[in-house]
């Protein structure tokens, strides 16, 4: 905000003439703008001045706008950045959606778009300011009672049952707020946490908080709570953590594994000092000089000792941003591929049409074949974009667990084996019930299915071509999927294996990723995406395992639901 009342705004983009006119138009709406051709320009200004919120351009010279994102991100995540596009350009602006720009518009750039772009990351960044200063009010509330944390490091001569009764007075305190709260020491291990915390995490005994939050061995680079301990000074970020549901088995699979990326919540993360008079033999920690109010003494060197962390999971408040956004994104790239199935339509009746001019049977079959193949492919994206534009309250039923997979195997085994490839259905001894979405749980897994089908296809194509051009080095395969259900505990899961083509580990880590297609252009990127939404509704976890040349195992476990 400037001295005269005016928003600032940092508009970068390599045309001139787009920035005057933009320029304008953002002057309009009551900013004071800010210009910068490439986005080292826009760094240079962004380091002088602050600003909440940036449009770029993403193809420019010098520095191009993804890069941009990316610094800008770097330096200060709360800053919310808005992408200029071409059409032609959706991959670049599924990449900035990655780097978390807020919002993406495309050229020319319409007023009307601007103004909703521009509205959404205000009232995002309103959102993490009322985070803030609601998680500030709290810390503010803690303040006094955390104050016993350092009496009991000073009580160390009292007996244990006294310090277990301050320790037990914080905790009760803790357990009122709807936080996640824990304090760390130096080394940052866990010290104390409420029950909000071990619900998400697990047992925190002698665990450290990127081992037990981060699943990682060392501490995170932009860690809150080490800036805090240096400086004495709280401080926030926004930060993903792995939840206590996330599958921390078959470390030591051959093939890639990994757990789908939904079992990560983002958190908006403070931290606050937790002070103590410095001991004579010092620590390596932050100080602050405080003035007995009593006296004149000179001032007090205090140490962090502990530092206190407290989490407010944002996840709700950033699906629903990331749900419009894609929706938004959705339409302009789904579009491309809509016209290519169109483009393919038109094949197919200009074929059917030759052939009924010419009386050419074979001609209006292949005319045929094309048409049916272009009809199938436009349903499937459709329902798909239905699927996922319309999130519905889950129609839980009692469902039959082998009549189940015998429906699923009936829908997918024909293609199967139209493609050549063998299907085997591997059911449980005893049959079982389960609750469940039918309807939803279904197209779930089919989407999977026919990725198996697929996978074993392209590479039966990959191996005939092999064969006509140079040796093949790979022993021959018959393809081949298997379905297996199983109930594993509390749990069903069911198991779909293939001997395809497999992917690499970067593969895998996309595989759920919106838009992102393991079939090229043949695909719309939406399967697999919508599969571990539907998964996630029930309250379940895709894993997948892979193995490039050697195929793919999906692992989807949903847990029983009580009537």
């Not at 194509?461 to 021959?476: L, P």
């Not at 294996?497 to 593969?507: A, L, Y």
Request: charged share 30%.
């Amino acid at each position: 905000m400037t001295s005269d009342g005016l928003k600032k705004i940092l508009l970068v983009d390599d045309e001139q003439d787009i920035r005057e006119v933009l320029g304008i138009t953002l002057e309009d709406m009551g900013f004071e703008v800010f210009t910068a051709e490439n986005g080292q320009k826009a760094m240079e200004l962004f380091d002088k001045q602050d600003f909440s919120i940036i449009l770029t351009d993403i193809k420019m010279p010098v520095m191009d706008g993804i890069e941009l994102l990316k610094k800008i991100k770097f330096k200060s995540p709360l800053t919310e950045v808005i992408m200029i596009t071409g059409h032609g350009d959706m991959d670049l602006a599924i990449e900035s959606f990655r780097h978390e720009a807020v919002e993406f518009i495309t050229k020319p750039v319409d007023v009307t778009k601007l103004e909703v772009a521009i509205r959404r990351a205000e009232e995002k960044i309103e959102i993490r300011k009322g985070i803030q200063e609601y998680t500030h009010n709290l810390e503010n509330l803690l303040w006094s009672k955390t104050e016993a944390l350092k009496k009991a490091e000073q009580k160390k001569k009292q007996p244990a049952s006294t310090l277990n009764r301050d320790k037990k007075d914080i905790t009760a305190i803790m357990e009122t707020l709807p936080l996640i709260i824990f304090f760390v020491d130096e080394n940052l291990k866990i010290s104390l946490a409420n029950n909000l915390f071990k619900e998400k995490f697990g047992d925190y005994d002698d665990r450290y908080c990127h081992e037990l939050c981060m699943d990682k061995k060392a501490p995170c680079d932009d860690c809150p709570a080490i800036l805090t301990f240096k400086n004495g000074t709280s401080h926030q970020i926004e930060k993903k953590f792995l939840t206590a549901i996330r599958d921390k088995t078959d470390r030591n699979v051959a093939h890639q594994d990994i757990s789908c990326e939904e079992s990560q919540m983002s958190y908006l993360v403070w931290t606050s000092p937790i002070l103590n008079e410095s001991s004579s033999q010092g620590k390596k920690t932050g100080t602050i000089s405080t003035i007995d109010e009593k006296s004149s003494k000179a001032p007090q060197k205090k140490a962090v000792s502990e530092v206190l962390i407290m989490a407010t999971d944002i996840s709700k408040v950033l699906d629903i941003q990331d749900h419009l956004a894609s929706l938004g994104l959705m339409i302009g790239s789904v579009s491309h591929g809509i016209k290519g199935l169109l483009t393919g339509l038109d094949g197919g009746v200009y074929l059917l049409n030759a052939a009924l001019n010419k009386d050419d049977q074979a001609l209006a079959q292949e005319g045929l074949d094309m048409v049916k193949q272009m009809t199938s492919k436009i349903r499937k994206m459709i329902l798909d974009i239905l699927f996922y534009a319309k999130e519905r309250e889950l129609y839980i039923e009692d469902i039959p667990a082998t009549a189940f997979a015998l429906d699923l195997a009936s829908v997918i085994k024909p293609k199967a084996e139209k493609n050549g490839i063998s299907f085997t259905l591997n059911l449980p001894e005893q049959d079982f019930t389960f609750r469940a979405d039918s309807a939803i749980l279904h197209a779930a897994l089919v989407n999977i299915l026919d990725n198996a089908v697929d996978a074993c296809a392209e590479d039966k194509d990959s191996s005939k071509k092999t064969e006509k051009g140079m040796a093949n080095d790979k022993e021959a395969k018959d393809p081949t999927i298997s379905f297996e259900l199983q109930k594993i505990g509390n749990s069903i899961q069911f198991v779909i294996s293939d001997n395809g083509v497999g992917m690499e580990q970067d593969e895998i880590k996309k595989a759920f990723t919106l838009f992102h297609s393991g079939k090229g252009k043949k695909g719309t990127g939406l399967g697999l995406f919508i599969s571990n939404k539907a998964v996630q509704q029930h309250k379940g976890t895709i894993r997948a395992t892979s193995a490039k040349g050697v195929g793919t195992s999906f692992f989807v476990t949903i847990p029983m639901m009580d009537k």
